[in-house]
């Protein structure tokens, strides 16, 4: 807790304070309350000049508290930048062709001389020494150190795996990396400047709040400079400690010091989710996404096709067409085999799970296009229905008249039916039944699209299948719509479409062929394990690869807009009880009768002032962990949404005042001299 | 309690009227200033002052023609005043002095009407008909032409800043809007028996003996104007309250029925001007609400007549006409101060001290209630800008306005108009407040006083030119003061806005959807109006207390 109170007193300086108009007048404030102090102390001035620098601490506490939670991460960031010795491949830069760079000769180079452009080869027990992408070869890379996974990741040359981090190290084998970045502009750099929040500026939205807190300020100033001569006139003595007093409180303390540190927190929710973003423009514009374009494989659905029904055929028993697959499935290790006996064992059908004695595995080939299972007397196939049509043909056998319906609807709903046949001793084979094999849409995905369409966001599947097969994951997964047969074309020509009508698009990719969109759409997530080319395109990284993620990322930004308009409410409506508090107080020597406004019935004039600055203070500590935490949100249509906030910081807002400079009044009128 | 029938009648009469008449007043504003076509008589006009009316100007340049136009109306009306005594129908009224020249030009071509003059001892007719009257139309004019202008901002998309044309605006706002309706309204007044000639005053002998002089004059036709442009100068120094221009109680509720006609129905030509009514509907809503609170409190506490006097008197009768009343003095009152119009029937300083607090409020409000002809639209939809912008945060998205985003500029803009007025009125009121000069003027002093002073800067600062009275105003430091304040108080809230609605039209439009703020429902109505009493409240509470709420306590 003390290094956020060092940082928070070095930031109380002038010149930090410059971007904070708010604080600025509060620590004017207070320089005028000591000097008055000074000049005529009382318990009354020492404590209300301790209470106005209080506030100007709290208010950079706030600031320091959100940048120290950064500060841990970026230091053991820092240990991957340590130079090593890189062994760069002379001349390889200009070497149009690749291929046998291992074997060219290498000179050793410290890592933080190599610029983009440069080739070096990394071998095992290696750390890679900069940000770049594999020419040749193929390596397990630990990527922990950046991702937080410990799981080591596959690098190759080309298709979409390609991108390695600098810092990270290499398990096995040997590759050659030609570099991307130039030094200090390192993936690794930029998410210690993120995490730091040293290079954070101002996002658009912020500065338009900035300035309407600004421009409440000047009102304020305005207010109670003029309020001197109107005192004056009603025979007030006017008190520049009461009116420095007062101006503190009037003025948008509590949004003035909490609104960077929202702006910063808001960036850590999202690394702590292992998202990085590249600036705070783009988490923004998060929150304003009207249109999410999602890939279908490894977001809607898990990527491969799983059992989701047996279908017997000819009276066969639903048992037996179970007992068939599973047999066949058993040693089966392909995510569709071990599917079909978790389907089994779901329905409560398995018989014995084990390979019985003597029996032969039917491997898999592309020209059977058949897998199955041997055993004594009993063979057992399953396959796409031509190639199992074929062996039943073989046998002498016919298949079922009922299969090809079966087949057909399978497919045409978007599924691959797999045709379970068997043959017993020399019998002619005959069909059991179809396994229908589908895309499975994973667990609460049709739920969060419903958030989704609450929140006024509409959702696109991207997919490669052929229209028939996208329609039904579209309508299972609920979707507003699909682009099949999509190519990275179709994408950026939907993206541009959607722009043109005024929509912001976010989508996630990984590949090259992604990194045009990612770069057109307003919000673009790149895979961590997608190339450098798509890293660079995007607007924020996934470290965890997690393509839903990009559904999080737009409830940060939401989190992050509703935040800032939930305290400058708040912040707002805590000024009426203020008056009420001040103004009898103030007046109330010259207008006995203004009494009547102490509607709090505060114990004396300077408890009721005093009270009301402490407040001020200590509203905003109350309220740093909310601005880091961000406000509880839940996807709904913004009437509600708006409902809710207003009567939660607006109406409360109005409330908690009273309360809590009452509370304060009951403790402060004990003190003596007050 | 039985003067409460005769009220409740007066308002439902009103009510009735306005809702019969304010829909299809508001289709005709959104087709006057949406039409393509030019009548004969406009075409006439625009070949003689030489302008394009097919050109859509920028707003710079729509903004650069409000300020030309308007300040050679000033040095008009300054030399007018400057040099009557040469000039025909003069009824040998003597020149003005400078300082009092300049403030009644700038008076009138803010559509403040503040007069520091008694009309019929100091200007002749000429002065009269074709310097203010003419201004009446005009100022009422160049008002609704901004708010046209910032709605045009708003409903256009990616036009380059361009907002339309001021010249088309000004002559249809004139004469296809102001003058039909005057010429009625002045029929209608003359049949209630509002005076309306060209004679010299004539002199009569008085009951007592004595003898009195009765100026007559083009009484109707200016009452009409200044009741329907929200103006507020009168003919006679009384104002409404004179029984040549408001006779009974019948033609003081067709001059508040005339007062209140254009700001609602400007209200729901919004909605229509932007293509989705129930936006103009929600606009109507919120100055309904502020309108009708400012009626009732107001009613309420002239009838209640909280105070020793009144109670002692029988009634808060004092400064109010017979043949109004407690109720038709307050319904008046409440609607001057609510537009920013000034006419008065009543003398508003001898209204009960909280009954001069609503009518203080209603002006600090920001002549939103429903204000003037066009500042009520355009002073109302900032506001709603600064109410987007906190509740468009709350809903999770960077505030956008019926598609339009307030970013980071616009936000400036707002800013600086929400600032203006204010820092005009108080900035004003203190100088008043701190000077031998200012305080040279007035007749009370203590919480009275401050509310005198406070009245006269206000109503200056807002455009509003009602006078609390009790307040000698007439000098070279109230007069350039006062002049300053409407100058500032109009114009640079006009540069805000058409610098706004340039910077909407420029813009391209954001569809709508269901995470989009909806600023057409009840909730965004009650937010609105709370922003208005809130950013208001904070900002005049302090010296409220110590001028009208001290004195009402008392």
Redesign the interface.
């Known amino acids: 807790m003390t290094v956020p109170f060092r940082l928070a007193l070095a930031k109380m300086s002038p010149r930090e304070l410059i971007d904070n108009p708010v604080l600025l007048v509060v620590e004017v404030g207070a320089v005028v309350t000591t000097v008055a102090t000074v000049l005529d102390p009382s318990l009354f001035s020492v404590s209300i000049t301790l209470w106005l620098w209080l506030t100007v601490l709290f208010g950079t506490l706030a600031e320091a508290v959100a940048e120290g939670r950064g500060k841990a991460q970026a230091a053991s960031l820092r240990t991957l930048q340590q130079t090593t010795t890189a062994r760069r491949i002379a001349g390889a830069a200009d070497r149009v062709a690749t291929g046998g760079l291992m074997t060219l000769p290498v000179e050793e180079v410290p890592s933080g001389s190599l610029r983009a452009g440069d080739v070096v080869v990394v071998e095992a027990g290696e750390r890679i020494p900069g940000d770049g992408d594999v020419i040749e070869g193929v390596a397990t890379v630990d990527e922990s150190a950046v991702t937080g996974e410990s799981a080591p990741v596959i690098r190759e040359s080309g298709g979409d795996r390609c991108a390695v981090t600098g810092g990270t190290v290499v398990l096995s084998d040997r590759i050659v990396v030609r570099i991307t970045s130039d030094p200090g502009h390192s993936f690794v750099d930029r998410m210690i400047a993120l995490v730091e929040g040293s290079e954070r500026q101002k996002t658009?939205?912020e500065?338009?709040?900035n300035?309407?807190l600004?421009?409440l300020t000047?009102?304020?100033v305005?207010?109670?400079?003029?309020?001197?001569?109107?005192?004056?006139?009603?025979g007030i003595q006017p008190s520049v400690l009461v009116l420095a007093a007062l101006l503190v409180c009037?003025i948008p303390t509590t949004i003035g010091a909490l609104l960077s540190a929202i702006g910063i927190a808001g960036m850590d929710r999202l690394v702590r989710r292992n998202v990085l973003a590249m600036s705070g423009r783009a988490v923004?514009a998060a929150?304003?996404v009207?249109v999410l374009l999602l890939d279908k494989t490894g977001t809607i659905t898990y990527g491969n096709r799983q059992a989701a029904e047996l279908l017997p055929v000819d009276g066969v028993a639903l048992v037996r067409l179970a007992g068939a697959a599973q047999l066949s499935s058993l040693a089966d290790e392909t995510p569709e085999g071990r599917s079909i006996v978790d389907l089994v064992h779901a329905r409560g059908l398995a018989a014995d799970a084990t390979v019985p004695e003597g029996a032969v595995l039917v491997e898999f080939t592309a020209t059977t296009r058949m897998s199955g299972i041997d055993l004594p007397g009993r063979s057992i196939r399953k396959g796409a229905g031509s190639a199992v049509a074929t062996w039943i043909h073989g046998t002498g056998g016919q298949p079922a008249g009922e299969l090809d319906e079966i087949v057909e609807r399978i497919a045409s709903s978007g599924g691959t039916p797999l045709v379970v046949a068997e043959q017993v001793g020399d019998e002619p084979a005959r069909v059991l039944g179809v396994v229908h094999l589908k895309d499975v849409v994973k667990e609460g995905m049709r739920e969060r699209f419903d958030e989704m369409?609450?929140?006024?966001?509409?959702t696109v599947m991207i997919t490669g299948d052929n229209a028939l097969t996208a329609r039904a994951i579209a309508e299972e997964a609920g979707v507003d719509d699909y682009l099949a047969e999509a190519t990275p074309e179709d994408k950026m020509a939907l993206i541009l479409k959607e722009q043109e009508?005024?929509?912001l698009v976010a989508m996630c990719g990984d590949g090259t062929n992604d990194a045009p969109a990612l770069a057109q759409a307003d919000v673009g997530v790149a895979m961590n394990t997608g190339t450098s080319a798509a890293k660079e395109a995007g607007n924020m990284v996934d470290l965890d690869s997690d393509p839903t993620k990009l559904i999080d990322v737009v409830e940060i930004?939401?989190?992050l807009?509703?935040t800032?308009?939930?305290l400058?409410?708040f912040s707002?409506?805590n000024?009426?009880a203020k008056?009420f508090a001040i103004?009898p107080a103030m007046?109330v020597v010259?207008?006995p009768?203004?009494d009547?406004?102490n509607v709090m019935a505060l114990s004396s004039p300077e408890s009721a002032i005093l009270s009301a600055v402490v407040f001020n203070a200590l509203v905003i500590v109350a309220l740093i962990p909310l601005a880091l935490r961000g406000v509880a949100?839940k996807p709904a249509?913004?009437?509600v949404?708006?409902?809710h906030?207003?009567l939660v910081?607006?109406v409360g807002g109005l409330i908690a005042p009273f309360v809590g400079i009452k509370v304060l009044d009951l403790v402060i009128s004990l003190l003596p001299g007050i | 309690m039985s003067s409460l029938v005769p009220a409740l009648l007066q308002v439902a009469a009103l009510v009735a009227l306005l809702a019969l008449t304010v829909p299809p007043l508001a289709r005709y504003l959104a087709h006057v200033y949406s039409a393509p076509r030019h009548l004969a008589p406009e075409r006439v006009v625009y070949r003689a002052v030489g302008v394009d009316p097919d050109a859509d100007q920028h707003w710079r340049s729509y903004l650069t023609s409000v300020l030309g136009f308007s300040l050679v109306g000033v040095l008009a009306l300054y030399a007018f005043g400057r040099l009557q005594q040469h000039l025909p129908l003069s009824l040998a009224m003597e020149a003005l002095p400078a300082d009092g020249a300049f403030n009644t030009a700038v008076s009138f071509v803010t559509n403040t009407n503040w007069q520091w003059y008694s009309g019929e001892a100091a200007l002749g007719h000429l002065m009269q008909m074709t310097g203010l009257t003419v201004q009446n139309f005009v100022s009422a004019a160049v008002g609704m032409a901004v708010a046209v202008a910032l709605a045009r901002g708003l409903a256009r998309s990616g036009a380059q800043g361009r907002v339309g044309n001021f010249w088309v605006d000004l002559v249809r706002g004139v004469l296809r809007v102001l003058l039909p309706i005057s010429v009625l309204g002045a029929l209608v007044l003359v049949v209630l028996g509002v005076v309306q000639n060209f004679d010299a005053p004539q002199v009569v002998g008085t009951l007592a003996d004595g003898s009195q002089t009765l100026t007559g004059g083009p009484v109707a036709s200016q009452e009409v104007i200044k009741e329907l442009g929200t103006n507020g100068g009168g003919f006679y120094n009384a104002n409404s309250s004179h029984p040549f221009e408001n006779p009974s109680p019948l033609s003081n509720l067709v001059e508040v029925y005339l007062i209140l006609l254009i700001p609602l129905a400007m209200a729901l030509a919004f909605g229509r001007l932007v293509g989705d009514r129930r936006q103009g509907r929600a606009v109507l809503a919120v100055m309904s609400i502020l309108l009708a609170t400012s009626i009732g409190l107001l009613t309420w506490a002239e009838m209640a007549a909280p105070g020793a006097a009144p109670a002692a008197a029988g009634g808060a009768m004092e400064g109010k006409e017979v043949r109004f009343g407690e109720a038709g003095s307050a319904l008046f009152a409440a609607t001057t101060t609510g537009t920013s119009t000034g006419a008065v029937n009543s003398m508003h300083d001898s209204l009960t001290a909280p009954g001069g607090l609503v009518t203080l409020f209603n002006m600090q409000l920001g002549e939103i209630a429903p204000g003037g002809v066009g500042s009520g639209l355009y002073g109302m939809l900032m506001l709603a800008a600064?109410t987007v912008?906190?509740?468009?945060?709350?809903?999770?998205?960077?505030?956008e306005w019926l598609?339009k985003k307030?970013?980071?500029r616009?936000?400036?803009l707002?800013?600086?108009y929400?600032?203006a007025t204010?820092?005009v009125v108080?900035?004003g009121?203190?100088l008043a407040?701190?000077t031998d000069a200012g305080l040279a003027g007035q007749q009370e002093s203590?919480?009275h006083?401050?509310s005198e002073v406070l009245y006269a800067v206000t109503s200056a600062g807002n455009n509003n030119g009602s006078a609390f009275a009790g307040l000698t105003t007439g000098t070279p430091f109230y007069n350039t003061l006062l002049g300053v304040c409407m100058l500032a108080g109009l114009f640079l809230p006009i540069v805000f806005v058409l610098a706004l609605a340039g910077r909407f039209a420029a813009q391209?439009?954001?569809?709508a959807?269901?995470?989009?703020?909806?600023t057409h429902?009840p909730?965004f109505v009650i937010?609105l109006t709370?922003v208005a009493l809130?950013v208001v409240?904070?900002?005049f509470?302090?010296?409220l207390?110590?001028a009208p709420?001290?004195e009402a306590?008392?």
């Open positions: 658009p939205n500065v338009a709040l300035i309407l600004l421009s000047a009102v304020f305005l207010v109670v400079a003029t309020l001197w001569p109107f005192m004056d006139y009603s009037l923004e929150g304003d009207d369409r609450a929140m006024g966001i509409r009508g005024g929509r930004g939401k989190q807009l509703i800032r308009g939930a400058t409410t707002v409506a000024d009426i008056y103004l007046f010259a207008f009768q203004l009547v406004l949100y249509a913004a009437e949404l708006l409902r906030n207003i910081y607006g | 600064v912008f906190l509740s468009g945060l709350m809903v999770g998205r960077t505030p598609g307030i970013g980071q616009e936000m400036v707002v800013a600086l929400v600032l204010p820092a108080l900035v009121t203190a407040i701190s203590g919480a006083g401050l391209h439009r954001v569809p959807g269901a995470g989009t703020l909806p429902k909730l937010l709370g809130v409240g904070l900002t509470v302090p010296v207390a110590l709420i001290a306590l008392q």
